[in-house]
């Protein structure tokens, strides 16, 4: 029974050690060198899942904004691109204390660039410079973003130690 449990445990540790990593969307592969994941998370709202996110980053250790990195979320729950644009301007306008009109601009290419989302629906954003951001929708650019400081708000919306759910954005920037 001794040497039953022995092997056992090893073929457990074994299967264990040579899991496969988790795969990188293709949109994500496409746009940074051996893409790796930083951190996921599972928003929740009143019991609701509303998305997974993925942080993919092409260096592990400390999250920076500088560096060249995508963030994908699958979601959950439908959400109209007009609610995802409009929640997006909000979140903004709350970390920088202004008014989401100052974002109007921003909001308007929200709008074009995002889909409405059903579950299942994949967004994924990467951070092209600090200025410009692409979106892909289910692994298809959907389009480029430009405005000012693009990377830091717009990410900053999951990734930013102000965001609403602060834990959710430690997790992703793997930093729990």
């Not at 202004?98 to 579950?119: F, I, M, N």
């Not at 298809?140 to 130690?161: D, E, H, V």
């Amino acid at each position: 029974m001794k040497m039953f449990k022995t092997m056992l445990a090893a073929a457990l540790v074994a299967a264990v050690s040579v899991a496969p990593a988790m795969a990188a969307p293709k949109e994500v592969e496409s746009q940074i060198s051996t893409p790796q994941l930083q951190g996921k998370h599972t928003a929740r709202y009143w019991g609701f899942k509303l998305f997974n996110a993925e942080l993919w980053t092409s260096k592990p250790g400390k999250f920076s904004f500088d560096q060249q990195f995508a963030l994908t979320i699958s979601y959950l729950y439908p959400f109209t691109r007009e609610v995802l644009a409009r929640s997006s301007v909000e979140e903004i306008a709350r970390v920088e204390g202004s008014s989401p009109a100052k974002h109007a601009s921003l909001e308007k290419q929200l709008t074009k660039c995002l889909v409405d989302v059903d579950k299942g629906t994949r967004i994924t954003g990467v951070a092209e410079t600090a200025s410009k951001v692409a979106l892909y929708v289910n692994g298809r650019k959907s389009c480029t973003m430009s405005y000012p400081n693009l990377r830091q708000r717009f990410f900053g919306i999951w990734l930013a130690p102000t965001s609403r759910d602060a834990r959710g954005a430690q997790r992703l920037r793997g930093a729990s």
